[in-house]
C-alpha cells in the first residue's frame, strides 16, 4: 500500500505539539513517515522534539518564513506518495485513521478527503468538488490526503497569505481538472485556533480568497459562483423580522440551509 508522509509544522505551540506527537506516533499503519518541521521556537517546543527523536523520522527546529515556507520544506523532504498535513494541535480521530485510509490510496485520486471532528460534532467531506464548493470553502489540510508529486512540482504559493492551501486545491481540482475522492473515514480532532479559521470567524478571509480567484477566473465566473454567506444572512435576518409565527420561522430557516448545502455541495 502508498507509503504517506504525514507533516507537522509547528512555532511557539508546544502543548498542539505535544498532542499532536502523541496521535501521530500512536497510528498503528506501519508505512508512514513523520516529519516535523519548527520554525525555531522558544516555549519548549525544540526539547520536546529532542525528547521524541528517535521516534520521528525528521524533523528541524530554524527560523522559517512562516506557515507555507515551512510546509514546503516539509514537502521537499517527504518521500511518500500521499502527504497530510496535521499540524501542531490537529490530532488524528483515533489510531486506526491511516490503517483504514492506506486501502483507498490504491486508487492513485490526486486528493482523498475524509470527515473532521470539530467541537465534538462530525462533519463529512464533501461527495464532489467544483465551482461552488471551491469559490465559497476549501478541503481541511488536516483530512486531506496529497499526491505528493503535486505538490513537489508546484509547492505552496509563497506569495499568498493564510490561505495557499486552498488556492493549491482550487489550482489542482478546477484548473488542472484533478481527481478527488470523498473517504469515509473520519481523519482528524480540527483545532480551531488556527490562523485560518481565526480569520473566517472574523470575516477577514475574503480579503486573501477574492485576489487568488482573480488570478484564475474571469468576474463573471467568479460572480455565478460565489455564494456571498453575509449577503444571504442580512437577508434572511430581513425576512425572519417579517415572520410571526415560530412555525414559519422555524419552516423558512430550514429551507435556507437546504438551499444552502445544496448549493455548495454542487
Known sequence: MPKISVITVNYNNREGLRATLQSTLAQTYSDYEYIVIDGGSTDGSKTLLEDQATRVDHWVSEPDGGIYPAMNKGIAIASGEYL???????????????????????????????????????????????????????????????????????????????????????????????????????????????????????????????PMLRDHFSERMIAAHRFNVHDVRFKLRTLLEHVDSLRERICLLRYSLKLFFTAIHK
Open 84 to 210: 497530510l498535513f496535521m499540524n501542531s494541535g490537529d490530532t488524528f480521530y483515533d489510531v486506526e485513521v491511516l490503517e483504514q485510509v492506506a486501502p483507498a490510496l490504491e486508487r492513485h485520486r490526486d486528493f482523498y478527503t475524509g470527515g473532521v471532528c470539530l467541537d465534538g460534532k462530525i462533519r463529512k467531506a464533501p461527495t464532489s468538488v467544483g465551482p461552488l464548493f471551491f469559490f465559497n470553502q476549501s478541503l481541511p489540510h488536516q483530512s486531506t490526503f496529497i499526491r505528493a508529486e503535486l505538490l513537489k512540482a508546484r509547492p505552496y504559493r509563497e506569495d499568498v497569505p493564510i490561505v495557499a492551501d486552498w488556492e493549491q486545491q482550487l489550482y489542482e481540482l478546477l484548473v488542472r481538472d484533478g481527481t478527488y475522492e470523498c473517504l469515509e473515514t473520519v481523519i482528524c480532532n480540527y483545532d480551531t485556533t488556527g490562523i485560518s479559521s481565526v480569520c473566517l470567524a472574523e470575516g477577514k478571509l475574503d480579503n486573501y480568497v477574492l
